[in-house]
């Protein structure tokens, strides 16, 4: 049984910083690419950043690009989304996606929801103006 968890997620103020870890269990965690999305009410899920099954190469949409850092640990099955100068616009639910579904644990960016297997029940990052 797969098990997805994110952490992290808190209210920040304009410009702040805010670290998302997600760690992974029941999966042979750097077989596969993984990614973060986010989502707002009302919205599709986002895709926000990929990482390679070794984490040599990574991949951020524009609206994140040179403010969020994707990095993973695969000796401790644990990927990290950091995040810096944030923007009321990035306030939304943050999920860790498993599993990436690309031929040998490459991205294919933009990533989509249906690239990944496995998700985790997201985790809330607020920005204040």
């Known amino acids: 049984q797969v098990q997805v968890v994110e952490s992290g997620g808190d209210l920040v103020q304009t410009g702040g910083s805010l670290r998302l870890s997600c760690t992974v269990s029941?999966?042979?965690?750097?077989?596969?690419?993984m990614g973060w999305f986010r989502q707002v009410p009302g919205k599709e899920r986002e895709g926000v950043s990929c990482?390679?099954?070794?984490?040599?190469?990574?991949y951020y949409s524009d609206s994140v690009k040179g403010r969020f850092t994707v990095s993973r640990d695969n000796a401790k099955n644990t990927l990290v989304l950091q995040m810096n100068s944030l923007k009321p616009e990035d306030t939304a639910m943050y999920y860790c996606a498993a599993g990436g579904m690309f031929s040998g644990g490459y991205c294919a960016w933009p990533i989509v929801e249906r690239d990944f297997g496995y998700w985790g029940q997201g985790t809330q990052v607020t920005v204040s103006s």
């Open positions: 990482i390679t099954r070794t984490g040599g190469a990574t």
């Open positions: 029941g999966l042979t965690f750097d077989d596969w690419a």
